[in-house]
C-alpha cells in the first residue's frame, strides 16, 4: 500500500519536471522581441528581412541568427557574437565590428564594404561572393572560409588571415596591407592580384601563385616567380 501511495506521489512530480525540461524558457523566448539594444539575446531568433541600420548591438548573443535580406548598414556590432548566423544577401556595410565573431555564417552576397572590423573571426565561414570593397580587415582571420569570388577592392588587409580558405576568383586588387598577410594553404584558382606586392606575404607557395591573376606589377615573395600565363584574360 505504501510503495503504491509514493509512486502515485512521484509520478506527477517527474512528469513535471519532464514538461518544465521540455519547455523553452520564458525569458528567452522573449529575448527574440527585445529591441536593438547593447547586450541583447537574440540567440536563434528570426530577424530576416528588417531595417536595423545604425543599431547598438554591441556584445550581443547573435549565435544562429537569421539575418536574411535584413538592413544593419552602420550598426554597432563591436564584440557581438555572430556564430552560425545567417545573413544571406544582408547588408552590414559601414558597419563597426571590431572583435566580433563572424565564424560559421552564411553569408552569400551579403555587403561588407567600409566595414570596421579588426581582429573579427571569419573562420569556417560561407562568404562566396560577399563585398569587403573599403573594409578594414586588419588582423581578421579567414582560415578556412569560402571566399569564391569575394571583393575585397580597397580594402586593408594587414595581419589578415587567409590559411586554407578558398579564395577562387576572389577580388585583391587595390587591396592595402603593411604587414605579413598570410596565405598558407590557400586555394588561389584566378585569384586577382594583378599590381598587389606580396612582397610580404607569408604561406605561399609557386603552385598557388601559378593558378592566380597577375600581372607585371605584382609583387611576389623571394623565390617565387610570375607564371607563364599572366596576365589573365578578363571574363
Known amino acids: 500500500?505504501?510503495?503504491?501511495?509514493?509512486?502515485?506521489?512521484?509520478?506527477?512530480?517527474?512528469?513535471?519536471?519532464?514538461?518544465?525540461?521540455?519547455?523553452?524558457?520564458?525569458?528567452?523566448?522573449?529575448?527574440?522581441?527585445?529591441?536593438?539594444?547593447?547586450?541583447a539575446d537574440w540567440a536563434d531568433c528570426n530577424k530576416k528581412a528588417l531595417m536595423l541600420g545604425g543599431s547598438d548591438l554591441q556584445g550581443a548573443n547573435l549565435v544562429n541568427t537569421d539575418f536574411t535580406l535584413t538592413d544593419l548598414r552602420g550598426a554597432n556590432?563591436?564584440?557581438a557574437n555572430?556564430?552560425?548566423?545567417?545573413?544571406?544577401?544582408?547588408?552590414?556595410?559601414?558597419?563597426?565590428?571590431?572583435?566580433?565573431?563572424?565564424?560559421?555564417?552564411?553569408?552569400?552576397?551579403?555587403?561588407?564594404?567600409?566595414i570596421?572590423?579588426?581582429?573579427?573571426?571569419?573562420?569556417?565561414?560561407?562568404?562566396?561572393?560577399?563585398?569587403?570593397?573599403?573594409?578594414?580587415?586588419?588582423?581578421?582571420?579567414?582560415?578556412?572560409?569560402?571566399?569564391?569570388?569575394?571583393?575585397?577592392?580597397?580594402?586593408?588587409?594587414?595581419?589578415t588571415r587567409f590559411t586554407h580558405a578558398n579564395l577562387s576568383r576572389a577580388d585583391l586588387t587595390n587591396t592595402s596591407f603593411t604587414g605579413p598577410i598570410d596565405f598558407q594553404g590557400a586555394f588561389m584558382f584566378l585569384t586577382r592580384i594583378e599590381g598587389v606586392n606580396l612582397s610580404e606575404a607569408t604561406g605561399l607557395e609557386q603552385e598557388q601563385v601559378d593558378m592566380t591573376c597577375g600581372d607585371g606589377s605584382t609583387k611576389l615573395p623571394a623565390g617565387l616567380n610570375a607564371p607563364a600565363g599572366w596576365p589573365c584574360p578578363t571574363d
Do not use: W
Open 1 to 39: 500500500m505504501m510503495g503504491r501511495t509514493m509512486a502515485g506521489l512521484l509520478l506527477p512530480a517527474v512528469a513535471a519536471c519532464l514538461v518544465s525540461l521540455m519547455t523553452p524558457t520564458a525569458g528567452h523566448a522573449a529575448s527574440c522581441k527585445d529591441s536593438a539594444v547593447a547586450g
Open 116 to 159: 570596421a572590423a579588426e581582429k573579427a573571426n571569419f573562420v569556417n565561414s560561407e562568404l562566396q561572393r560577399a563585398n569587403f570593397s573599403g573594409a578594414t580587415l586588419t588582423g581578421a582571420s579567414f582560415e578556412k572560409a569560402e571566399l569564391g569570388r569575394a571583393n575585397f577592392d580597397k580594402a586593408e588587409l594587414t595581419g
Open 82 to 114: 555572430l556564430e552560425k548566423a545567417t545573413l544571406v544577401r544582408s547588408s552590414i556595410a559601414g558597419a563597426t565590428a571590431n572583435g566580433a565573431n563572424f565564424s560559421k555564417i552564411e553569408a552569400y552576397r551579403c555587403n561588407f564594404a567600409d
Open 77 to 79: 556590432l563591436t564584440n
